[in-house]
């Protein structure tokens, strides 16, 4: 069937400029959003009779329009603003406001319940048709990040880079606000995104957070940050004396050294009071390359640009490399037992052994089995407490990992003595991990994790890369999932790389590598003797081939393509190790164990 609109001598036609056309779902209408004054929303029927129209109010000679999948709603550009329609009357519902640019697309989702929207000033938003609420979205590569106009949002890893909050002509980076406004449980809860639990889950991150940080969760005020000076600094020896001002136009909270990424005090920093202040710090340098950093937190919750110098001391050998190694394979409860785990400490203690003449020594602490528990912390803090600034320090955690199944989710790794319906008594979080290697003195830290967390996975799914896996000759580290087979799955928690997540409260410099994605389980694999993950780390540190530069070294750049690579091909594609926690700033290496 054909439709005519052709229009009688000296009458106007239909359309003048045609910006978008539509068809209802039923396809016996055609929605036409046009540049003619007065009709900038037209309906016709398939024979091309005008049934009926709207003025908009739209200015732009572009535009957008969506037809909802029940065909009652439109949504149609105007001006930099978006308009939503009744189609069978064509009143207007609703205006929606937040872009800066003309419109430029236009959809709804399947319920009805969102719109999406793109537009010239290269942002898409996600609009709560409810409400009117809405977010902003922005992406590169794998990196993206979403924001309310208030300054709320939620990010990948880095993708806090591609965005900041600009109060007035003050503009701030996403790390100086990210205390306040990194909130995605209020971003999804006005959108109508999620379910109670995700939201309570995101909720209850915020509040560990500034709980960590000494923060109070009402810091409702203007938005400010301290300001931090470098009165003057002097260099003796491998000591630098810096003489620091900070200054606040509230109430100053903590202030924070850092070298190289890596800080000097635990937490926030130094308590500070009052809205001034100047102190002195002395930092020991490292060899080589050294940035230091000065920032300052008040008690809303802001934090200062960094003050920064950078200055060098001569290099010379490297310090010793430390070795802890936690690994369970028998377990109290014998159906958590694993066949290798045990075996990816003493064989990396060994492989790591090999690397004295590369450094001043090498010290090793192997605990094992029945030895890992969680007074294996105190045992660990007292190995490492003799460590020096120009040391290296490598941890391995090899064997179970689980969520608490509580609405923080905290991730535990599994010890030998584990009761699972008591994980916080009986297990160690990785954050204690994380805090160990945050109070020692090396700036050289890395934690490798050879543990999954499949207890979230639908056990269906478990199953199903269970017998994939069992087909390559290779077994699942999955005991703590039957802990958890009446509990609702939470795949929420599978994406790690949450800004969220992020330590703010005390960057401890670490760098954390993990053997596969929240989503994934942790292979181990008899025939080599390790988990895969561990066993790829030994054969890549051994390979001359991973040395991509050929100074002798295995850099992190260096080590962390080699090592997916290798368990990517290994599992057959199911398993996909990840760093999750990165330090840029810290020169990280190891030797090649020839």
């Known amino acids: 069937m054909r439709a005519s609109f052709e229009n009688p001598k000296g009458t ?42 709207a003025d908009t109010g739209n200015r732009y000679l572009s535009g957008a329009l969506a037809v909802s999948p029940s065909g009652k709603l439109a949504a149609i550009t105007v001006n930099s603003e978006v308009g939503l329609f009744d189609l069978a009357t064509l009143e207007r519902r609703a205006t929606l406001r937040g872009h800066t640019g003309d419109v430029a697309s236009l959809a709804f989702t399947r319920d009805e319940r969102h719109l999406v929207s793109g537009s010239n000033d290269g942002t898409v938003r996600v609009w709560n048709l409810e409400n009117g609420a809405s977010f902003s979205l922005l992406s590169q590569g794998d990196e993206w990040a979403i924001y309310t106009d208030d300054g709320y949002f939620d990010a990948s890893r880095r993708g806090g880079d591609l965005v900041a909050l600009v109060d007035g002509m003050e503009a701030y980076s996403v790390e100086q606000v990210a205390l306040r406004f990194n909130r995605p ?18 909720r209850l991150q915020y509040e560990a957070r500034l709980r960590r940080a000494g ?63 100047e102190l002195s710090e002395r930092v020991i340098l490292g060899q080589g390359r050294n940035r230091v950093e000065v920032s300052a937190v008040n008690r809303a919750g802001f934090e200062s640009r960094r003050a920064t110098t950078v200055v060098e001391r001569p290099p010379g050998r490297p310090g010793v490399l430390w070795f802890v190694g936690l690994g369970v394979s028998k377990y109290k409860d014998a159906r958590l037992d694993l066949r290798v ?30 030895r890992v528990t969680r007074g294996a912390l105190d045992e660990i803090r007292a190995f490492l407490a003799p460590a020096e600034v120009d040391d290296t320090v490598v941890l391995l955690a090899s064997g179970h990992g689980a969520r608490d199944p509580g609405a923080q989710a905290t991730f ?23 805090d160990l290697l945050g109070r020692i003195v090396p700036r050289r830290k890395l934690l490798f994790v050879d543990a999954c967390q499949s207890g979230e996975l639908d056990p269906d799914a478990l199953a199903a890369l269970a017998a994939r896996a069992g087909a390559n000759q290779l077994a699942a580290r999955t005991g703590p999932a039957a802990a958890r087979e009446a509990a609702p799955r939470r795949p929420y928690l599978y994406l790690r790389d949450r800004y969220v997540y992020a330590r703010l409260e005390r960057r401890t410099g670490a760098i954390v ?39 002798g070294w295995i850099s992190i750049d260096e080590l962390e393509p080699a090592v997916k690579a290798a368990v990517v091909d290994a599992t057959g594609n199911l398993q996909h190790p990840t760093i999750d926690r990165e330090n840029p700033l810290v020169d990280f290496r190891l030797p090649v164990l020839r």
Do not use: C
């Open 513 to 551: 590598f993990s053997s596969s994605l929240g989503n994934e389980v942790s292979l181990e694999s008899p025939a080599l003797g390790n988990g895969v993950f561990t066993a790829a780390l030994l054969r890549v540190l051994a390979a001359k081939q991973a040395d991509a530069n050929g100074d």
């Open 185 to 202: 449980d209020i971003v999804y809860r006005r959108a109508g995104i999620g379910d109670e639990a995700f939201l309570e889950h995101l």
């Open 412 to 434: 535990y790794f599994v010890t030998h003595e584990a009761d699972l319906a008591n994980l916080a008594g009986t297990t160690i979080a990785y954050d204690e991990l994380e």
């Open 215 to 277: 923060l109070k969760a009402d810091m409702s005020g203007e938005v400010g940050a301290p300001r931090v000076r470098i009165l003057s600094q002097h260099q003796e020896g491998d000591a630098l004396d810096l003489r620091i001002a900070a200054e606040d136009s509230g109430d100053l909270r903590a202030l924070q050294v850092a070298v190289n990424g890596v800080p000097v005090h635990p937490g926030l920093g130094e308590p500070l009071e009052g809205s001034r202040a």
């Open 12 to 53: 106007p036609g239909p359309f003048s400029a045609v910006q978008a056309l539509a068809f209802t779902p039923d396809g016996r209408e055609l929605v036409v959003a046009t540049g003619r004054k007065a009709r900038q929303l037209a309906v016709f029927d398939v024979q091309g009779r005008l049934l009926r129209s």
């Open 341 to 370: 785990a045990d075996r990816d400490v003493t064989a990396l203690a060994a492989a790591l052994r090999r690397a004295r003449g590369r450094f001043r020594d090498v010290r090793t602490l192997e605990l094992t089995d029945a």
